[in-house]
């Protein structure tokens, strides 16, 4: 028996696959939003396709309205203030839950106390957008991940490095806005050490089903002094010094702020998050 006997039904059968995939129903709805449980079904997408302006144009869900610049919270209205420079009320030591021991500044910064552990929120946050601005002591000491060494954990688990790269070499995966150990940053965009950077972070917490297996990688976008370092990156897992990621299965979690125990020096000011 010649190939072709093989080969001519294969190639039929190849066609007919190809055809099954590209049919569409044009009546089945094809876009939605999801608003908290509600799950909106654009009617308006479903049909013969319109052949006027208005048989394209949505009048709902209608967004809530948010003034980026509140004035009371110097932040945008709908957002939660963490750190507004005058307390500490909204942390608390990592290590024992009491009062975080960090240095509140008079020009409404705070700054790491060497060795008194990481703070971290009171209150937990799964999903959020978050704002945040740090600065690398002025008077450069150390080097490599020993110069300006903080970090900010999402959930309280993956961090997003924070340090003092400027003339200071590192591994990559570890250098400043990289997923500590995970990914690296696709630039380095810090401005002159002793100067404000800004983060600004859209995280989303991984899935778990109910046995404790992930079932949804988390994402991470990271945005340094406006410049994109982290596109929608997925969370491998935990970010520790030694070892692989790992998964524990988790919740809402606070949000946390490495002490590397280095005398980093490292202050923050104006963090907000926005809960998505
Ligand atoms: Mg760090």
């Given at each position: 028996?010649?190939?072709?006997?093989?080969?001519?039904?294969?190639?039929?059968?190849?066609?007919?696959?190809c055809?099954?995939?590209?049919?569409?129903?044009?009546l089945?709805?094809?876009d939605?939003?999801?608003?908290?449980?509600?799950?909106?079904?654009?009617?308006e997408?479903?049909?013969?396709?319109?052949?006027?302006?208005?048989?394209?144009?949505?009048?709902?869900?209608?967004?809530?309205?948010?003034?980026?610049?509140?004035?009371?919270?110097?932040?945008?209205?709908?957002?939660?203030?963490?750190?507004?420079?005058?307390?500490?009320?909204?942390?608390?030591?990592?290590k024992?839950s009491?009062?975080?021991?960090?240095?509140?500044?008079?020009?409404?910064?705070?700054?790491?106390?060497?060795?008194?552990?990481?703070?971290?929120?009171v209150?937990?946050?799964?999903?959020?957008?978050?704002?945040?601005?740090?600065?690398?002591?002025e008077?450069?000491?150390?080097?490599?991940?020993?110069?300006?060494?903080?970090?900010?954990?999402?959930?309280?688990?993956?961090?997003?490095?924070i340090?003092?790269?400027n003339?200071?070499?590192?591994?990559?995966?570890?250098?400043?806005?990289?997923?500590?150990?995970?990914?690296?940053?696709?630039?380095?965009?810090?401005?002159?050490?002793?100067?404000?950077?800004?983060?600004?972070?859209?995280?989303?917490?991984?899935?778990?089903?109910?046995?404790?297996?992930k079932?949804?990688s988390?994402?991470?976008?990271?945005l340094?002094n406006?410049?994109?370092?982290?596109?929608h990156?997925?969370?491998?897992?935990?970010?520790?010094?030694?070892?692989?990621?790992?998964?524990?299965?988790?919740?809402?979690?606070?949000?946390?702020?490495?002490?590397?125990?280095?005398?980093?020096?490292?202050?923050?000011?104006?963090?907000?998050?926005?809960?998505?």
């Amino acid at each position: 028996m010649g190939m072709k006997y093989i080969y001519i039904p294969l190639v039929l059968l190849l066609i007919v696959a190809c055809k099954e995939k590209v049919k569409v129903d044009p009546l089945e709805p094809r876009d939605t939003t999801q608003i908290g449980e509600e799950i909106i079904v654009h009617e308006e997408y479903a049909g013969p396709e319109p052949t006027t302006p208005e048989g394209t144009e949505f009048y709902k869900p209608v967004p809530p309205v948010v003034n980026p610049n509140d004035p009371v919270k110097k932040a945008p209205s709908d957002a939660i203030v963490l750190f507004n420079g005058d307390n500490l009320d909204n942390w608390i030591s990592s290590k024992d839950s009491t009062a975080a021991k960090w240095m509140v500044n008079k020009d409404g910064s705070m700054t790491v106390s060497n060795k008194t552990g990481d703070i971290q929120t009171v209150q937990n946050f799964g999903s959020i957008q978050l704002h945040l601005e740090w600065k690398s002591p002025e008077e450069v000491q150390g080097e490599n991940q020993s110069r300006g060494n903080s970090g900010v954990f999402l959930n309280g688990l993956y961090e997003v490095q924070i340090l003092d790269n400027n003339n200071n070499d590192t591994y990559v995966n570890g250098q400043v806005a990289s997923i500590y150990k995970q990914h690296v940053p696709l630039a380095k965009a810090s401005v002159p050490t002793g100067e404000w950077n800004t983060y600004d972070i859209i995280y989303h917490a991984p899935e778990f089903n109910d046995e404790g297996g992930k079932i949804k990688s988390g994402t991470i976008t990271v945005l340094h002094n406006g410049v994109l370092v982290q596109d929608h990156v997925e969370i491998k897992g935990t970010t520790p010094y030694i070892g692989w990621p790992k998964n524990p299965a988790h919740g809402k979690g606070p949000l946390k702020l490495q002490d590397h125990g280095d005398n980093s020096r490292v202050s923050y000011r104006n963090i907000w998050v926005r809960e998505l």
